[in-house]
């Protein structure tokens, strides 16, 4: 019998270019270092935008980051998108699916970090890390807890930890 290959799923929304998108490069470089590690067949990631995102994706995902900047108090519209177009088609099957959030924020962040927890809510899925919340200007700490949450992802997920 094969090894199957684990998916962590990052689904985000942002500018190109912009704090959430470079978090993001830094989760994903986090994933590489697990692949680096356990080696290739262990996990892959799969970095979807919000507005690109469908139930087939969560669905052929062991684990999820949602990952989103804050817009006026709320996480961006892409990610509502998202849980819009999701919802029913998800919510009887990925009970339990671990999840962790990123939130780019330019005031507080605790609107958007609810409002995602709330509807996430009704997915019943597990937080499996506190989300990591940065307001401002991304520090080389944010970045390195950033690639450290997706990287406790993939590997909580090789190895059955979630």
């Known amino acids: 019998m094969g ?8 689904i985000y929304a942002g500018h190109p270019g912009g704090r959430t998108a ?3 490069a830094a989760a994903r470089e986090g994933v590489a270092q697990v692949v680096d590690e356990l080696g290739e067949e262990s996990v892959r990631v ?8 469908t ?3 969560v669905r052929a995902a ?3 980051l949602l990952a989103t900047p804050e817009h006026f108090g709320y996480m961006a519209g892409a990610m ?3 849980f819009d177009t999701t919802f029913y088609a998800l919510e009887p099957h990925t009970l339990g699916l671990p999840y962790a959030l990123l939130v780019s924020a330019g005031q507080d962040g605790t609107g958007t970090l609810t409002a995602m927890e709330r ?4 997915y019943r899925w597990k937080r499996v890390a506190p989300p990591l919340l940065v307001v401002g200007e991304p520090t080389p700490e944010h970045f390195a807890v950033a690639r450290e ?5 993939a590997a909580g997920i090789v190895v059955g930890v979630f």
């Open 3 to 10: 090894v199957r290959v684990k998916t962590l799923l990052i």
């Open 22 to 24: 470079r978090l993001v």
């Open 46 to 53: 799969c970095c979807v935008p919000a507005l690109q995102a």
């Open 55 to 57: 139930a087939e994706d």
């Open 62 to 64: 062991q684990a999820v």
């Open 80 to 82: 509502k998108h998202f």
């Open 119 to 122: 509807i996430i809510t009704g």
């Open 149 to 153: 949450l997706a990287a406790s992802l």
